[in-house]
């Protein structure tokens, strides 16, 4: 049983893998000003909700964009289930069968989506991150060989509403067209089928850019959303991250 906690900068998910499965997930937000407390009271409350006793928890993989909530986070895991968690980083990068250029600069869960991609779907392909950054990582056998990155669907709403007098914050929402007809409206229309064009649009330039063929796997809770884009990938797996924080952990802890 290997717990995983994925520390972004909106939200943190935590999950429970077991059986050759994502048997359980909880989702929560950011928040870094919390006491130390909150987060070890967090992770007792969620196991208690999955019936998951934290002596039972024999392996934990950590994978942050936020370093401030690090040792914290690592602190409650040790208080709860007693195991030491690895925390994905530079030193583990440079155990890995697949080579990670910048290091100390890429983000852990790049690093994560790409190692899951290679291992699980292509030798060959583009990952397309629909977080608080939209992020398209190209990747093959070798390791991660590009990234492009752009601000995220949500970001940019909340952006646009922040910087603004009169502009309020709409509902993540693709409206039918792309002509507004009202302020909420046309923020919609702008924003996401803006985003649908983007997307698409960068994909065809990496594609046209690189040699060889390349899949497109998206990942991502706004995937949904943005359903026009179904047809630009050529998998989508919402649980790509955690496989790869799984898959790192395996093989580092078997090659360390």
Do not use: R
């Given at each position: 049983?290997?717990?995983?906690?994925?520390?972004?900068?909106?939200?943190?998910?935590?999950?429970?893998?077991?059986?050759d499965a994502w048997t359980n997930t909880f989702r929560y937000e950011t928040k870094d000003t919390q006491p130390e407390f909150y987060y070890e009271s967090a992770l007792r409350n969620i196991l208690l909700e999955w019936r998951i006793s934290g002596s039972d928890v024999g392996h934990c993989v950590i994978s942050s964009v936020v370093p401030d909530l690090n040792e914290v986070?690592?602190?409650?895991?040790?208080?709860?289930?007693?195991?030491?968690?690895?925390?994905?980083?530079?030193?583990?990068?440079?155990?890995?069968?697949?080579?990670?250029?910048?290091?100390?600069?890429?983000?852990?869960?790049?690093?994560?989506?790409?190692?899951?991609?290679?291992?699980?779907?292509?030798?060959?392909?583009?990952?397309?991150?629909?977080?608080?950054?939209?992020?398209?990582?190209?990747?093959?056998?070798?390791?991660?060989?590009?990234?492009?990155?752009?601000?995220?669907?949500?970001t940019a709403i909340q952006s646009l509403s922040s910087q603004t007098a009169q502009l309020p914050l709409v509902p993540?929402?693709?409206?039918v067209s792309?002509?507004?007809?009202?302020?909420?409206t046309a923020i919609q229309s702008g924003v996401m089928w803006g985003y649908v064009g983007l997307v698409n649009e960068i994909i065809q330039r990496q594609k046209s850019e690189l040699k060889g063929t390349y899949?497109?796997?998206?990942?991502?809770?706004l995937i949904t959303i943005l359903h026009p884009l179904q047809t630009s990938f050529d998998i989508v797996s919402k649980e790509l991250t955690l496989d790869g924080m799984r898959l790192i952990y395996d093989f580092y802890t078997s090659h360390k």
């Open positions: 049983m290997i717990l995983a906690i994925d520390i972004g900068n909106s939200n943190i998910v935590i999950a429970m893998h077991k059986d986070i690592i602190e409650a895991v040790k208080n709860v289930t007693g195991c030491h968690p690895l925390l994905l980083n530079p030193e583990v990068y440079k155990i890995l069968d697949i080579e990670i250029p910048h290091p100390y600069e890429i983000g852990s869960d790049i690093v994560a989506n790409a190692y899951a991609a290679i291992k699980l779907y292509s030798n060959a392909c583009i990952i397309v991150d629909f977080g608080t950054a939209l992020t398209f990582t190209i990747a093959d056998k070798s390791g991660i060989t590009g990234v492009t990155i752009a601000p995220g669907l949500k993540i929402e693709l409206p792309a002509i507004g007809h009202d302020t909420v899949k497109v796997i998206a990942t991502g809770g």
